[in-house]
């Protein structure tokens, strides 16, 4: 395919994580939690200090770095740095918007799933489901 | 419609027309292999849908499972449970594998998580909650089994989403671009031949008039030709030269008037 990019396969990706402090640490006790030689780690922690410009920049860096299959990321934090996340349309990695403990989950703001709930509606494949 | 004028610029004959000939043969085939083509991955695509639209739910579930068993191991554990895991992160030991499965040419990455080594923080929570702490760590294990598929499905929509598009572009290009162009081009070669055809039958007929005439002429003259030579011989025969048959009359001497 022309203009498709390629997909590679790799025998072991990490998980990176944009979240707040509580949903972070219940991953990190599932053992996702990598840090590596230059004490980076592959999560960053949002919480009320946090900068837009430091949950954009690590959007960027997780997205970019090869080693990463899924970048999951809070939806109030997704929603902040909307315009990226939007804009991001490479398949991997995968952005998973997932919903955090102190915020309700909202679908009609994932990226994706508003793209499913168009086709959805185009199509009327499930009009039964919701 | 705007193809309908639409031809290739080439020169018409029987050999091009041969080869447009191939070329629509060719593009109509390649026009139903990628109408199946699109058909299958439709089906994957419509497939891929509904199972999106399920996961997404039952991941709100088991969010909600695992935030609750964090709640309780910290409750049990004390508060300060999160900055003895926070502070034990060293490598990863739950780790995502990639893989691509083909669907009709396409290649859709299916992830599949797997736990590496023992998980660093075996130790946290052995003062009091260990057992809640286990149990977090399965919830969230399990969360992350459905977050993993949910990746995989995710992107296998955007790729096969992508893949879909430019499938239907070149199947619409081809029925409403190349085939009428190809068509356009062999009745346009056909039309030309059909003309040069009867340009030529018509030169023959031609010919053959003039032919047919220069012949009647020829044999014309011929018997001309043979009468005369016919006269020539009888002429002597009859006693009279062919030179005084012509004043056979008016040459002589007047003659005398003859009285009855």
Same mark, same amino acid.
């Given at each position: ?20 402090? &509580?949903? *972070?640490t219940g991953f990190l006790l599932a053992g996702v939690g990598n840090v590596d030689l230059r004490r980076k780690t592959n999560y960053l922690i949002v919480d009320s200090k946090t900068t837009v410009k430091a949950i954009e920049d690590a959007f960027k860096e997780f997205t970019s ?5 899924? *970048?999951? @990321? ?10 990226? *996340? ?11 918007? @997932? ?6 989950? &909202? ?8 793209? *499913? ?14 | ?11 018409? !004959? ?31 695509? +419509? ?13 709100? $579930? ?10 309780? =191991? ?5 508060? /300060? ?15 995502? +594998? ?8 396409? #290649? ?11 998980? #660093? ?6 003062? +009091? ?15 992350? $089994?459905?977050?993993?598929?949910? =990746?995989?499905?995710? !992107? ?9 598009? !430019?499938?239907?572009?070149?199947? /619409? ?17 056909? =039309? ?12 023959? #007929? ?16 011929? +018997? ?6 016919? $006269?020539?011989? $009888? =002429? ?10 012509? /004043? ?5 001497? #007047? ?6």
């Open positions: 395919m022309a203009g498709k990019a390629q997909i590679p396969t790799r025998n072991s990706a990490l998980i990176a994580m944009i979240a707040d402090e &509580d949903t *972070v770095k090869e080693d990463i299959a899924i *970048v999951m @990321i809070s939806q109030y934090v997704a929603n902040m740095i909307r315009f990226l *996340v939007d804009s991001y349309n490479k398949p991997i990695p995968a952005i998973l918007e @997932i919903p955090s403990k102190d915020h309700p989950y &909202d679908p009609a703001h994932d990226s994706v799933l508003s793209r *499913v709930k168009y086709l959805f509606s185009a199509e009327s494949v499930a009009s039964g489901r919701r | 419609m705007s193809g309908q004028s639409q031809r290739l610029n080439v020169v018409p !004959t029987v050999t091009v027309l041969g080869v447009m000939k191939a070329r629509l043969v060719g593009a109509t085939r390649g026009h139903a292999l990628l109408k199946k083509k699109s058909d299958a991955l439709t089906v994957q695509f +419509r497939q891929i849908l509904k199972k999106i639209v399920s996961t997404k739910e039952s991941m709100g $579930e088991v969010m909600k499972t695992s935030s609750f068993a964090l709640t309780e =191991a910290k409750y049990v554990a004390g508060e /300060n449970i999160k900055h003895i895991v926070l502070e034990n992160v060293q490598n990863a030991s739950l780790k995502v +594998r990639s893989k691509q499965e083909n669907i009709a040419g396409v #290649k859709l990455p299916k992830f599949e998580y797997f736990t590496e080594s023992e998980t #660093k923080n075996d130790l946290t929570g052995l003062a +009091r909650g260990g057992q809640q702490i286990q149990q977090c760590r399965a919830a969230y294990v399990k969360a992350i $089994e459905v977050l993993v598929e949910l =990746a995989s499905l995710q !992107t296998s929509f955007l790729t096969l989403d992508a893949a879909i598009k !430019t499938t239907n572009r070149r199947v /619409n290009a081809l029925e409403n671009v190349v085939k009428p162009r190809l068509e356009n081009t062999i009745t346009y070669i056909k =039309a030309e031949l059909d003309e040069l055809e009867r340009e030529d039958f018509f030169r023959l #007929k031609k010919i053959q008039g003039f032919k047919k005439r220069e012949i009647e002429k020829q044999a014309a003259a011929a +018997r001309k030709f043979a009468e005369e030579q016919f $006269e020539e011989k $009888e =002429a002597p025969k009859k006693g009279v030269s062919i030179n005084s048959t012509h /004043n056979f009359l008016s040459a002589g001497k #007047k003659d005398e008037d003859i009285i009855f």
